[in-house]
C-alpha cells in the first residue's frame, strides 16, 4: 500500500530555515505531480507549493513564492520543500500529497491528489 512519510518539521524562530522531506513507499510516483499543502491553527488546508513530474515544472502560493523551494528526487522517490525567511504566519501542519496518475502537468487543488501523508508540524515563533 502506498505510503507518503513527512519528517523535518519543528520550532524555529522568524527568518530561520527547514527542510521537509516526503518519502514514498509501497509504490512509484515518478510519473506524477507531488506537492505540498499545510493547515494552520484555526485555518482550512491551503495549497503551498507542487512539482511536475519530471521536476521541470513548479508551482507556488503567492505567500510562500520567494521564500520556498519544491524539488523531487524520483530515484529516491522523495520530494521536499526548502522554506526560507520563516514567518510566524508559516506555522502550520505541512502535508505531503502525491496523484494517483501519471500527468505532465501540475495539481494544485487538493482534491486532485490521491494519497496523502500524516504531517509535519512547523512552529515558528516571532
Known amino acids: 500500500q502506498a505510503q507518503l512519510v513527512e519528517s523535518g518539521g519543528g520550532l524555529v524562530q522568524a527568518g530561520a530555515s527547514l527542510r521537509l522531506s516526503c518519502a514514498a513507499s509501497g509504490r512509484t510516483f515518478s510519473g506524477s505531480p507531488m506537492g505540498w499543502f499545510r493547515q494552520g491553527p484555526g485555518k482550512e488546508r491551503e495549497f503551498v507549493a507542487s512539482?511536475?513530474?519530471?521536476?521541470?515544472?513548479?508551482y507556488y502560493a503567492d505567500s510562500v513564492k520567494g521564500r520556498f523551494a519544491i524539488f523531487r528526487d524520483p530515484v529516491k522517490n522523495t520530494v521536499h520543500l526548502q522554506m526560507n525567511s520563516l514567518k510566524p504566519e508559516d506555522t502550520a501542519v505541512y502535508y505531503c500529497?502525491?496523484?494517483?496518475?501519471?500527468?505532465?502537468?501540475?495539481?494544485?487543488?487538493?482534491?486532485?491528489?490521491?494519497?496523502w501523508g500524516q504531517g509535519t508540524q512547523v512552529t515558528v515563533s516571532s
Open positions: 512539482i511536475s513530474w519530471s521536476g521541470e515544472s513548479t
Open positions: 500529497a502525491a496523484a494517483a496518475r501519471p500527468y505532465t502537468g501540475i495539481y494544485y487543488r487538493d482534491h486532485e491528489y490521491a494519497y
